[in-house]
């Protein structure tokens, strides 16, 4: 999967990154099982994580009942189910979040600005060092045509 360059930045990593996790958001439109482009960028994103010692996880918001709103918690707020709430339990536990999405007519998906909406949502939390809950947090958004 990987191609030469890639193989050899790998090959010849600096640290050791074993503590490091982290949490790929996928916003296509499309449901899990289909094909996604967005997956398939993640994909090559992932195994050179994983050849660095990086644990990773995927999760396609499409495929979860995500409430629209900016709280953490929609279901505090009239709606009936939100599943946001877990999904947030796995950005706060990353060290790295990608979200990604395809790109419609030079926009980004509407589960992407969802998902974004949402991340606001505890933009002003803080952590056990008192700082703001993504501080000291990598993150990145890959853009491409689905």
Request: glycine share 8%; net charge negative; proline share 4%.
């Amino acid at each position: 999967m990987l191609n030469d360059v890639q193989q050899k930045w790998c090959d010849e990593k600096p640290a050791d990154y074993s503590d490091l996790k982290a949490l790929f958001l996928n916003c296509t439109l499309k449901k899990s099982p289909s094909l996604s482009h967005t997956e398939g960028l993640f994909e090559i994103l992932k195994a050179i994580m994983e050849k660095n010692g990086i644990s990773v996880e995927t999760v396609r918001p499409i495929d979860h009942d995500v409430a629209f709103g900016v709280y953490p918690d929609m279901t505090e707020h009239g709606w009936d189910k939100d599943d946001w709430p877990a999904i947030y339990e796995k950005v706060k536990a990353a060290d790295i979040l990608i979200i990604g999405s395809a790109i419609w007519l030079g926009e980004k998906t509407s589960v992407c600005t969802q998902a974004i909406e949402r991340l606001y949502a505890s933009s002003g939390d803080l952590n056990e060092a008192g700082q703001y809950a993504y501080y000291g947090k990598v993150g990145g958004c890959p853009d491409h045509r689905e």
